[in-house]
């Protein structure tokens, strides 16, 4: 039997759907018009002042932005590089080794069984795809692993293959990071200054750390400077690593800027008694965090400790998926800010399921229960997650249910919207979900499309919800 009509989908006002017609808009428009392309929940045009340094800027950040699946055995490609980019990534990390021969750089997880992939092909990748989704710069960040004579041959197909498109500040240590719009299109290196090996040694992050005293780590820098290949040292837009002198890794130094790298388990131990600290460093300088190296499965953590002390790069391993993944894209969906204290949300209704699901993707013998967790992600006294009831047995799902969040922290909250299929068993079935920048939600009544696990956007599955601020007396 076939379903019931339903309302669909639209893309663009003119053409067959002839919506706006000469004598008004007729209701069944309208409800297209509601749940339409035409009506999103945000606006991703950007539209904050650009012209600040670098380090006042949250970059969408890849871990191990070559590796097709886990941190152990997976392989190495360019094609998890290419989706990052083209979901708007700004940092994409490669760990540099040389090849079997030794005569030749390839990028690998290094000390796991992960499968090579060649660093040229990597940099011809970023080249093509690193403007699609934005015009602002793309940082590479080396993890070096190479002898010097290999270093030479990586500046040479660096500067081969982006040309014009390499920043390359005109003195070795800069005052302040360049703003994003003074470096639109431009690739940026970052990396620890040159080193001559004997032996590879891992550095800084992944399944194989390597925890240094910190009088070797100083040791160890002041052989690279003296053993430095030129032509790589040049390529480095922003230096990386802890400072001279066995000073403290939070020292600010006043005539030059670097980024340093933690994980999360150092970011977090750090916060415990550092915290003012961290965040007087992240003013001027650039905070990478990364996953500790026991999440060999590619699973990521909460961004919001990183983010609330300043971390500009919180490295994700974008391959993976789950909840932290989905507040990660959902943080970098748009640019923009504006102060709000009290957030309401009211879900309406849904559609497109039985477009996009087989008749008995849910139940076998009746239409779905569906029901909408609404939340919000962000700081901890902001964070939150509520429900509505199931709707028995309906494809297109009508709730009317209004939700309050009080927010102390908006510019730094992420809306949550998760549907579920109700089981009397428990096991809920996933029924789609998407995560929103509070800051760019636009108020009023919204479609509001949902994504799969793997945040790919469904076709035709999406959410009638509205939207309201008040600021709090």
């Known amino acids: 039997m076939p379903p019931r009509r339903m309302l669909r989908p639209f893309s663009t006002v003119s053409?067959?759907?002839?919506?706006?017609?000469?004598?008004?808009?007729?209701?069944?428009?309208?409800?297209?018009?509601?749940?339409?392309?035409?009506?999103?929940?945000?606006?991703?045009?950007?539209?904050?002042?650009?012209?600040?340094?670098?380090?006042?800027?949250?970059?969408?950040?890849?871990?191990?932005?070559?590796?097709?699946?886990?941190?152990?055995?997976?392989?190495?490609?360019?094609?998890?590089?290419?989706?990052?980019?083209?979901?708007?990534?700004?940092v994409i990390e490669l760990d540099l080794w040389p090849n079997s021969k030794k005569n030749g750089v390839e990028v690998r997880h290094g000390g796991t069984l992960t499968s090579p992939v060649e660093l040229i092909k990597?940099?011809?990748?970023?080249?093509?795809?690193?403007?699609?989704?934005?015009?602002?710069?793309v940082v590479i960040t080396f993890e070096d692993h190479l002898p010097s004579n290999l270093q030479a041959k990586v500046a040479k197909m660096v500067t081969e293959t982006f040309g014009g498109m390499l920043y390359s500040p005109h003195s070795e240590f800069i005052m302040e990071f360049p703003s994003p719009d003074s470096l639109k299109r431009r690739i940026l290196i970052s990396t620890k200054p040159p080193e001559y090996h004997e032996s590879q040694r891992p550095r800084e992050s992944g399944a194989t750390d390597n925890k240094d005293n910190e009088q070797d780590d100083q040791d160890d820098q002041d052989e690279d400077e003296e053993n430095a290949i030129p032509e790589y040292k040049q390529l480095i837009a922003i230096h990386a690593g802890k400072p001279k002198g066995?000073?403290?890794?939070?020292?600010?130094?006043?005539?030059?800027?670097?980024?340093?790298?933690?994980?999360?388990?150092?970011?977090?131990?750090?916060?415990?008694?550092?915290?003012?600290?961290?965040?007087?460093?992240?003013?001027?300088?650039?905070?990478?965090?990364?996953?500790?190296?026991?999440?060999?499965?590619?699973?990521?953590?909460?961004?919001?400790?990183?983010?609330?002390?300043?971390?500009?790069?919180?490295?994700?391993?974008?391959?993976?998926?789950?909840?932290y993944l989905w507040i990660m894209e959902g943080m970098f969906r748009a640019n923009g800010g504006c102060v709000k204290t009290i957030l309401k949300v009211k879900v309406y209704m849904g559609e497109g399921w039985h477009s996009d699901f087989h008749h008995t993707h849910f139940d076998l013998y009746s239409p779905p229960d569906f029901?909408?967790?609404v939340g919000i992600a962000g700081v901890p006294n902001d964070t939150k997650m509520m429900e509505t009831e199931p709707i028995e047995d309906q494809w297109?799902?009508?709730?009317?249910?209004?939700?309050?969040?009080?927010?102390?922290?908006?510019?730094?909250?992420?809306?949550?919207?998760?549907?579920?299929?109700?089981?009397?068993?428990?096991?809920?079935?996933?029924?789609?979900?998407?995560?929103?920048?509070?800051?760019?939600?636009?108020?009023?009544?919204?479609?509001?499309?949902?994504?799969?696990?793997?945040?790919?956007?469904?076709?035709?599955?999406?959410?009638?919800?509205?939207?309201?601020?008040?600021?709090?007396?």
């Open 15 to 90: 053409g067959h759907l002839n919506i706006f017609q000469r004598k008004g808009l007729h209701l069944d428009a309208f409800f297209r018009y509601l749940l339409g392309d035409l009506n999103p929940p945000f606006y991703s045009k950007v539209h904050h002042d650009m012209n600040a340094p670098l380090a006042h800027y949250f970059l969408f950040t890849g871990h191990n932005s070559y590796l097709t699946g886990n941190q152990l055995s997976s392989d190495s490609s360019v094609h998890p590089i290419i989706n990052a980019l083209l979901q708007g990534v700004r």
């Open 122 to 137: 990597c940099l011809r990748a970023i080249k093509d795809h690193a403007f699609t989704a934005s015009e602002y710069p």
């Open 246 to 323: 066995g000073l403290d890794i939070w020292h600010i130094d006043p005539i030059k800027v670097r980024r340093l790298s933690l994980s999360e388990q150092e970011l977090e131990n750090a916060t415990r008694t550092r915290g003012s600290d961290i965040v007087r460093f992240t003013q001027r300088n650039l905070l990478r965090v990364y996953p500790k190296g026991t999440r060999l499965d590619s699973s990521n953590y909460d961004p919001m400790l990183g983010w609330t002390h300043g971390a500009q790069m919180v490295a994700f391993n974008m391959q993976g998926h789950g909840k």
């Open 371 to 373: 029901y909408v967790r």
């Open 396 to 473: 297109v799902p009508v709730w009317n249910k209004e939700f309050i969040f009080p927010l102390s922290v908006p510019e730094l909250a992420v809306l949550r919207v998760e549907v579920k299929e109700y089981d009397t068993s428990g096991k809920h079935d996933f029924g789609g979900q998407t995560c929103l920048p509070i800051p760019e939600l636009r108020t009023g009544i919204r479609a509001v499309p949902l994504h799969n696990r793997r945040g790919q956007k469904y076709k035709s599955v999406r959410l009638l919800m509205g939207f309201e601020f008040d600021y709090a007396e």
